[in-house]
T-cell receptor
Framework: SQKIEQNSEALNIQEGKTATLTCNYT??????LQWYRQDPGRGPVFLLL?????KEKRKERLKVTFDTTLKQSLFHITASQPADSATYLC?????????FGSGTKLNVKP | KAGVTQTPRYLIKTRGQQVTLSCSPISGHRSVSWYQQTPGQGLQFLFEYFSETQRNKGNFPGRFSGRQFSNSRSEMNVSTLELGDSALYLC???????????????FGPGTRLTVL
């Protein structure tokens, strides 16, 4: 079955900097890969979806890349703000089952 | 448009009991998926229902079951509760099945189940 790896260590960055989070998967590349944000005690919130034939996708300060050769997706938040502090999860669908990474906690310090 | 609602929000049960959790999807969404989230295992897929039929199932024992009604509302049942079942149970709805463009998943706030 598919395995998704995200850095379990928290990422601490200064306000205004760019945060970069990594998502690696093990099996064949999915058709789509998704990124979610989760705040404590709440359900994940969908942020972005990128298709396998898209190298990059942007939405406001967010940017996602998808490298099927490396089996990796990178999630960037530019001009980060303390309000961006949360856990970010990547997810993909493989054989009709959904797999989520364990998430990376982002702390943006003012 | 109202979001995904889950009831109850918090639940305390003892080992051996059984529990039923409820999920109301966003109006018009026909797919409901259930997940278990624990600190150690993260978010794990339980099952997905679409138009009252279970379409997919994760790697959980048969004590975990679910169903979907004609109005797309879904229930999840866990029988013979174990301590390890303590978790946040999340449901997510989507138009036609999460994963593809236009079928993004929208999550509810979850039900926090504690088994004593």
């Amino acid at each position: 079955s598919q395995k998704i790896e995200q850095n379990s260590e928290a990422l601490n960055i200064q306000e205004g900097k760019t945060a970069t989070l990594t998502c690696n998967y093990t099996n064949y590349s999915p058709a789509y890969l998704q990124w979610y944000r989760q705040d404590p005690g709440r359900g994940p919130v969908f942020l972005l979806l990128i298709r396998e034939n898209e190298k990059e996708k942007r939405k406001e300060r967010l940017k996602v890349t998808f490298d099927t050769t490396l089996k990796q997706s990178l999630f960037h938040i530019t001009a980060s703000q303390p309000a961006d502090s949360a856990t970010y999860l990547c997810a993909l669908r493989d054989f009709n089952k959904f797999y989520f990474g364990s998430g990376t906690k982002l702390n943006v310090k003012p | 448009k109202a979001g995904v609602t889950q009831t109850p929000r918090y639940l305390i049960k003892t080992r051996g009991q059984q529990v039923t959790l409820s999920c109301s999807p966003i109006s018009g969404h026909r797919s409901v998926s259930w997940y278990q989230q624990t600190p150690g295992q993260g978010l794990q897929f339980l099952f997905e229902y679409f138009s009252e039929t279970q379409r997919n199932k994760g790697n959980f024992p048969g004590r975990f079951s679910g169903r979907q009604f004609s109005n797309s509302r879904s229930e999840m049942n866990v029988s013979t509760l174990e301590l390890g079942d303590s978790a946040l149970y999340l449901c997510a709805s989507s138009l036609g099945g999460g994963g593809s463009p236009g079928n993004e998943q929208f999550f509810g706030p979850g039900t926090r189940l504690t088994v004593l």
